[in-house]
């Protein structure tokens, strides 16, 4: 018996209201964050995570309100995400019932806030983002949602961010997300292969099929995806199932 | 019914607390010796390590209200809650509360199966002993766990749980009752565990 595989339904998040663009562009509304937060768990998500996307951008915190009111109202595990730029943030978004913090832009500018925080609130609340591109051989890595490209090795920089103290890496991978073409699995296969902390695949889910690969064949711990689950094009239970049925423990 | 959630400085309580608030209780946050007794049930949900936990309760002179609070009322330990209860840990020098005569170790992983640590996830509860805390609940339901150090055998053991090991996921002696897992994280089981607790009569 192992853990199971655990389902993540993600909230993007814009001015309080759940959006979802392609490729990082285009963005579209859909609907509120905790009654959005509320269905999930009713349906059997593993955990809610919430990316305010444009928190980073520009330069806002996280909407506090909107964290509070998905926490007063799901019992699982919460991940927040988005413009956090000090352990102050973290503590803020703790407080208003975070259970973990994602942390992406912020940690390529100053990678001791995974250092420190992991030290402060434990490793099991720092969620290390990261959004990737493939450019040749390797993926590189990009700051404030997808918009800036750095040097990094998005490989390098996920086992950066283990030995810094992140004690989960959420995994984006920008040619993939909001495209329902499959996930990146050669991505997550080599990220697995190479950490030794959960990954959580994140990007290009459009069938049951692309879900059940990223963790056959990507060796994902967990899996993040908002439109298909939003639009209700696949059903959490239906991925669980296929999972299952392929030999994966699953919470159902 | 009025209950308290003991707030020591250093744990998350907010999430237990609304847990608990979101099934109709009356919840009080516990941070001073004399806030034990008005209240009727008390609740211990923790994190970190076993000797930082000691170290505040004792800064903030809690430890012998605790104490009492743990002889006389209905108790429910979470995590680091149902672990200070034991002697000791591998994890500190300081001493736990020794209300359970036994120690915490470090997570073991007896069949090599390379597992990582902490146990993070959703795992089984296997029931072993039958108690008022999880009528209503199947057997091997999932749970949220988050943690490294275990309970490896207890004859207080109500439901254990396999990563590694099999190891106490949850224990009862009397009023007390204690879980490795998170109640307040698993959910709608979890939120039924929560009110048996509430409507737990001893």
Not at chain 2, 88 to 94: D, F, G, I, T, V
Request: net charge negative; charged share 25%; aromatic share 8%.
């Amino acid at each position: 018996m192992s853990l199971a595989v655990r389902i993540i339904p993600c909230l993007d998040v814009r001015g309080g209201r759940v959006v979802k663009g392609i490729n990082f562009k285009d963005i579209v509304d859909a609907g509120d964050p905790a009654e959005a937060a509320k269905r999930y768990d009713a349906e059997g998500a593993d955990e809610i995570c919430m990316l305010d996307i444009d928190a980073s951008f520009e330069e806002r915190s996280t909407t506090i309100e909107t964290v509070k009111s998905i926490a007063s109202q799901v019992f699982i595990p919460f991940t927040v995400g988005g413009g956090i730029k000090s352990l102050k943030d973290i503590d803020m978004l703790l407080k208003s019932g975070a259970d973990k913090v994602s942390i992406n832009t912020s940690a390529i500018l100053n990678p001791d806030i995974i250092e420190e925080a992991s030290k402060e609130y434990g490793a099991q609340c720092i969620v290390l983002a990261i959004d990737a591109k493939k450019d040749g051989e390797i993926w590189n890595v990009y700051t404030h949602g997808g918009k800036n490209k750095t040097e990094l090795d998005a490989i390098e920089w996920a086992k950066k961010g283990q030995d810094l103290g992140a004690g989960e890496i959420l995994m984006t991978s920008m040619d993939k997300d909001g495209t329902k073409s499959g996930f990146d699995n050669n991505l997550y296969l080599e990220l697995s292969n190479n950490l030794s902390i959960p990954v959580i695949a994140s990007g290009g889910a459009g069938e049951l099929s692309h879900l059940v690969d990223a963790v056959k064949i990507g060796k994902a711990d967990a899996l993040l995806a908002a439109s298909i689950f939003h639009y209700e094009e696949i059903s959490i239970k239906k991925v669980k199932q296929a999972l299952q049925t392929e030999g994966f423990e699953v919470r159902l | 019914m009025h209950l308290g959630v003991v707030d020591y400085g250093a744990s998350n309580i907010h999430s237990v607390a609304r847990a608990l608030q979101s099934l109709g209780s009356k919840v009080s946050i516990v941070d001073t010796p004399d806030k034990f007794k008005s209240i009727d049930k008390l609740v211990f949900p923790g994190q970190g390590s076993m000797g930082s936990c000691i170290k505040k309760l004792n800064e903030k002179e809690m430890i012998n209200s605790l104490m009492d609070a743990i002889k006389s009322k209905p108790f429910l330990g979470i995590c680091l809650g149902l672990q200070i209860l034991f002697n000791s840990s591998e994890e500190s020098k300081e001493k736990g509360l020794g209300v359970i005569n036994e120690s915490i170790t470090k997570i073991k992983d007896v069949n090599n199966e390379n597992i990582k640590i902490p146990h993070m996830g959703w795992n089984n509860v296997k029931i072993e002993k039958k108690h008022e805390l999880f009528s209503g609940i199947e057997d091997k339901q999932f749970f949220y766990f988050v943690h490294s150090f275990v309970a490896s055998s207890t004859e207080t053991s109500i439901t254990t749980t396999y990563y590694g090991e099999e190891f106490v996921s949850s224990l009862a002696t009397e009023n007390i009752f204690a879980t490795q897992f998170h109640p307040e994280k698993s959910g709608k089981i979890g939120l039924k565990f929560l009110e048996n607790f509430i409507n737990w009569k001893i």
